[in-house]
């Protein structure tokens, strides 16, 4: 329960839950998640974010570790997120704040949340300063990053960077920082996993406040889920990261994500995916019964062509393929090409829907959808062969 000083006089108290496997209640989250909060001792001591509900006893803990609760005067709120702020009326009780700042777009969400409580809530405006003794706090907005009440808050001073939930990853550990945490691979993983079922449909924004984020003098930025970014090469590669995920430049690689009743729409996926890697595009097979819907979105970061198989059922494709689809056109992805097949018994709508869902989010569609009646023989199999290689083609061309 020891807080753990990430600058001088500036400490983590968040919680990390190694069990923590749903996250927000629709992505997974293999690697747990923290919920990162923190104390400023100053002239005014100041939290900035709480953390979920469940986990207000153990931020009580090691605030109190390094300062009286009664003591801290100031608490900011970034985001009302209830992962962020689902403590704060116990806090609020417990600490007696003289102000609570909130951007402008988060007293909505304060009232919403919490209904009239009396509390000394202030709305700060973008680019708002407020001294604290030796250090100034900025508010920065970030509207849709990934709320309309998102905010960051700057410490010049301390070269410091609390950014909510941009920078973020769902990781449970020990370490605080990216460069104890020994696993690169499992990091930048986390890293995408996050970006791509939380950040994705504010890519635009993300490419607008990065230029921000980049003009301030910091070495350090410290999100509320996961690892905190130390040092300047540490900072300069999240930013990176961020700009290359948002800009979704199509990568020469290939998902194949299906369901399949008595695998025919399986096998005609695997003779898709040897059109794919034949002509040079290496390619990822998903089984939807097999992988949760925010995994197919996370390997989606890592390909520029898309290929949706189903079963036709009840005239229309299988429920976990419909779940997906729906769940991808929400992130909307951008700058893919696609592909769609599918089996069927006597009536076969399913591969066009496929089809149509695809070119719905703005897919480059070079085939017409695939379709087989019953199971395929050698010749559909040929067909499939030749919608990968179609599509292979069109993504090289396009990957210039």
């Known amino acids: 329960m020891q807080p753990i000083e990430?600058?001088?006089?500036?400490?983590?108290?968040?919680?990390?839950?190694?069990?923590?496997?749903?996250?927000?209640?629709?992505?997974?989250?293999?690697?747990?998640?923290?919920?990162?909060?923190?104390?400023?001792?100053d002239r005014k001591n100041v939290i900035v974010d709480t953390v979920a509900a469940g986990s207000v006893g153990v931020m009580l803990c090691r605030l109190a570790k390094r300062l009286d609760p009664?003591?801290?005067?100031?608490?900011?709120?970034?985001?009302?997120?209830?992962?962020?702020?689902?403590?704060?009326?116990?806090i609020v009780a417990r600490v007696k704040p003289e102000k609570i700042f909130v951007s402008q777009a988060g007293l909505k969400s304060l009232q919403g949340y919490f209904g009239d409580k009396n509390w000394p809530v202030q709305a700060v405006k973008n680019g708002e300063t407020i001294a604290i003794g030796k250090r100034t706090l900025v508010f920065q907005e970030t509207r849709m990053l990934h709320w309309p009440d998102s905010m960051v808050t700057y410490i010049p001073e301390d070269r410091l960077l609390i950014s909510n939930d941009i920078f973020g990853q769902n990781i449970a550990s020990s370490?605080?920082?990216?460069?104890?945490?020994?696993?690169?691979?499992?990091?930048?993983?986390?890293?995408?996993?996050?970006?791509?079922?939380?950040?994705?449909?504010?890519?635009?924004?993300?490419?607008?406040?990065?230029?921000?984020?980049?003009?301030?003098?910091?070495?350090?930025?410290?999100?509320?889920h996961g690892l905190i970014h130390r040092g300047e090469k540490a900072v300069r590669f999240i930013i990176d990261t961020y700009r290359a995920l948002a800009e979704q430049k199509p990568w020469q690689r290939a998902l194949i994500f299906y369901d399949t009743m008595w695998q025919s729409t399986e096998r005609m996926a695997y003779a898709a995916c040897s059109g794919l890697e034949e002509n040079g595009v290496p390619t990822r097979l998903m089984s939807v019964k097999s992988n949760h819907h925010?995994?197919?979105?996370?390997?989606?970061?890592?390909?520029?062509?898309?290929l949706a198989g189903s079963s036709t059922h009840n005239n229309t494709v299988l429920p976990l393929m419909s779940a997906v689809l729906t769940?991808?056109?929400?992130?909307?992805?951008?700058n893919r090409v696609g592909g769609a097949f599918g089996s069927y018994g006597w009536s076969g709508e399913g591969p066009k829907q496929l089809q149509e869902h695809l070119f719905a989010m703005g897919m480059e569609m070079p085939a017409e959808p695939v379709k087989c009646a019953w199971r395929p023989d050698k010749d559909v199999l040929k067909v499939c062969h030749a919608l990968g290689k179609t599509v292979a083609e069109t993504l090289k061309k396009k990957c210039g």
């Not at 992505?27 to 990162?36: A, F, L, V």
């Open 6 to 41: 990430i600058k001088k006089d500036i400490f983590w108290i968040g919680s990390v839950d190694y069990d923590h496997r749903d996250f927000h209640g629709y992505s997974r989250s293999p690697s747990g998640s923290t919920y990162n909060a923190y104390l400023i001792k």
């Open 70 to 90: 009664e003591k801290v005067d100031y608490i900011v709120c970034n985001h009302m997120e209830l992962d962020h702020a689902g403590a704060l009326a116990e």
């Open 175 to 224: 370490a605080r920082f990216s460069d104890e945490f020994g696993n690169d691979a499992i990091y930048e993983k986390r890293i995408k996993e996050y970006f791509y079922n939380i950040v994705l449909p504010y890519s635009s924004a993300v490419l607008k406040t990065l230029p921000i984020v980049e003009s301030l003098d910091i070495d350090m930025i410290a999100p509320d």
């Open 294 to 306: 925010s995994d197919v979105m996370t390997e989606l970061a890592d390909c520029g062509a898309v």
């Open 327 to 334: 769940y991808m056109k929400g992130l909307r992805p951008q």
